[in-house]
């Protein structure tokens, strides 16, 4: 079965740093591209953030670049995602996705999703 389980999230103050773990399994994690979405409430999904099968190439959108930094690691089959300087517009419900870098997976594809709350 294949699982994609998100942690991590949390409520923080504007400015601070979160890190998303996504843990992979039931497929072979090292021969897929993965990516980073995220939902607001009473919005459209956005992707966030994508890497490709070795980790040397990363993608972000405008609205994370600079802050967020994407990461894995596929010996332990997990994705990572860095958010430093967070701001109110980042807060949202993050899912990891697998099958692409630069665009939203399906969304048979993602996972359960983490809260991440950006609140003074």
């Known amino acids: 079965e294949v699982q994609l389980v998100e942690s991590g999230g949390g409520m923080v103050q504007p400015g601070g740093s979160l890190r998303l773990s996504c843990a992979a399994s039931?497929?072979?994690?090292?021969?897929?591209?993965m990516s980073w979405v995220r939902q607001a409430p009473g919005k459209g999904p956005e992707w966030v953030s994508g890497?490709?099968?070795?980790?040397?190439?990363?993608y972000y959108a405008e609205s994370v670049k600079g802050r967020f930094s994407i990461s894995r690691d596929n010996t332990k089959k997990t994705l990572y995602l860095q958010m430093n300087n967070l701001k109110f517009e980042d807060t949202a419900l993050y899912y990891c996705?697998?099958?692409?870098?630069?665009?939203?997976?399906?969304?048979?594809?993602w996972g359960q999703g983490t809260q991440v709350t950006v609140s003074s």
């Open positions: 996705a697998r099958g692409a870098r630069r665009s939203i997976p399906q969304r048979a594809y």
């Open positions: 890497i490709d099968i070795s980790g040397g190439a990363t």
């Open positions: 039931g497929f072979n994690f090292g021969a897929v591209d």
